[in-house]
């Protein structure tokens, strides 16, 4: 299983921005699948997941209101839609896929990894 994020770039404060996230593979349906963040210097830290059926979903704090996760099984993709967003939402995000059903918040469970997209949000 691969995954190729992308959809990063350079965005003001309030703006907009949509990531995706593409798996290759036939069983994309049976993942669940994890947004995750990095800046410089600070951990890697949760964004949002949704289960492999679509019918749940779970967000940070921190972007609750703001991003929403989604997923075309389709298409085998996972996207991250991010509205008003802030300085503070600068970082490399990766997306991540997971068999599992709980501790979607937790890195741990997460088996594949892509390989991160910038999101710098200027002031």
């Known amino acids: 299983v691969q995954l190729q994020a992308s959809g990063g770039g350079l965005v003001q404060a309030g703006g907009s921005l949509r990531l995706s996230c593409v798996v290759s593979g036939r069983t994309f349906n049976r993942y669940g699948m994890g947004w995750f963040r990095q800046d410089p210097g600070k951990e890697r830290e949760f964004v949002a997941a949704?289960?492999?059926?679509?019918?749940?979903?779970h967000y940070a704090e921190s972007v609750k209101g703001r991003f929403t996760i989604s997923r075309d099984d389709a298409k085998n993709t996972v996207y991250l839609q991010m509205n008003k967003v802030k300085p503070e939402d600068t970082a490399v995000y990766f997306c991540?896929?997971?068999?599992?059903?709980?501790?979607?918040?937790?890195?741990?469970?997460?088996?594949?990894w892509g390989q991160g997209t910038q999101v710098t949000v200027s002031s």
């Open positions: 991540a896929a997971t068999k599992r059903v709980t501790d979607y918040g937790r890195e741990y469970i997460y088996d594949y």
């Open positions: 949704i289960e492999w059926s679509g019918t749940s979903t």
